[in-house]
Every structure is written in structure tokens, then in C-alpha cells.
């Protein structure tokens, strides 16, 4: 009788084992891959210390993104923000950190053979204070950053405006 109990428990702890592994239980999933394909673009995940604004350009360079829009959310060590200051042409820049995204939202086109990730966001803190605008540059904290992307048929293209010596965003002509 002792032998089927040992049996009995060695299968039981056996098939636990097993549906812990298989299930997830306690354990940190492997991660496969920063993103995956959907009907109209792509789902990434982003987590602790990924550069978002990087892997964006990634992403648009791996797949052949000829255009896309995007937006996300998660949780940040850190965001800079940039306002853009016309008459000096450049940004003035003020860092974040750990702070939730609220909302990023932005397009992907290419200028001069490269992706160009244009992005803006909004920030909260502990307080629930609130900052945004163009982001520069996007660390993702504790937790993950979800980007939706959507991607459009035809390839979009970033030029300087001449009138205005800014870096805009063209459509293809038809």
C-alpha cells in the first residue's frame, strides 16, 4: 500500500510541475520576441530598460514599414520631452522619471534612407501632475510599455519645410 501512495503522490506532484510549467504559475514566462503581427500592423511589448523610440526604429527598418501611426502606454524610468524653440531650431529638453505613460502617440515615415519616429506623449507622476509634448526619449521602467501600430500601404516621407525650416511629414502624391 505504501508503494501506490509514493505512486499516487510522485504523479501528483509530477502533473502540478507540469501545469505550473505549462500554465505560467509562479514563473516568469520566456519572452519570445518584442512584438508580434496583427490584421493591421503590430502589437509590441516593451519591458524594463528597452528604448522605445529605438525600437520603433527597429521595427520599421526589420519588417519594411513603408508608413505607420502608433500608440502606446506603460510605465517609464524615463521620458524627456522636447519643446522646439523656432528661433534657435532645437529643442529644449526636461527628463521625467518613473512615471506612468499615459498616452504616446506618433507615426513612423523615413527620411534619408532611415526611419523617423515623430512622437508625443503625456506623463503622470505619484501626484497625478500631468507634462507631455514631443517626445525625445522614452525609457521603459518596472512593468512593460504596450505599442499598437498601425501600418499604412504606402510609404510616408519626412522633409525639411523650407518655408518654415522644420521637419514635416509628406504625403504621397496621387
Not at 505549462?22 to 516593451?46: D, I, N, S
Not at 501600430?149 to 504606402?154: D, I, L, M, R, S
Amino acid at each position: 500500500m505504501n508503494f501506490v501512495k509514493r505512486a499516487v503522490s510522485v504523479l501528483t506532484l509530477g502533473l502540478t510541475l507540469s501545469c505550473i510549467a505549462t500554465y505560467g504559475g509562479a514563473q516568469t514566462p520566456e519572452l519570445k520576441g518584442k512584438f508580434m503581427k496583427t490584421p493591421t500592423g503590430y502589437l509590441m511589448v516593451l519591458r524594463h530598460g528597452d528604448n522605445v523610440l529605438q525600437n520603433l526604429e527597429q521595427l520599421a527598418r526589420d519588417e519594411k514599414i513603408p508608413g505607420a501611426s502608433f500608440v502606446g502606454i506603460g510605465f517609464m524610468s524615463e521620458a524627456t520631452f522636447g519643446f522646439y524653440d523656432f528661433n534657435r531650431k532645437q529643442f529644449d529638453p526636461k527628463t521625467y522619471h518613473n512615471v506612468e505613460m499615459a498616452n504616446m502617440t506618433g507615426s513612423i515615415a523615413w527620411k534619408e534612407g532611415k526611419p523617423s519616429i515623430h512622437a508625443h506623449g503625456t506623463v503622470t507622476d505619484g501626484s497625478f501632475g500631468a507634462a507631455g509634448g514631443h517626445l525625445l526619449g522614452l525609457t521603459v521602467g518596472t512593468g512593460s510599455c504596450e505599442i499598437t501600430v498601425t501600418v499604412y500601404p504606402e510609404r510616408l516621407a519626412r522633409f525639411t519645410d523650407p518655408e518654415i525650416e522644420a521637419n514635416v511629414l509628406g504625403l504621397p502624391q496621387k
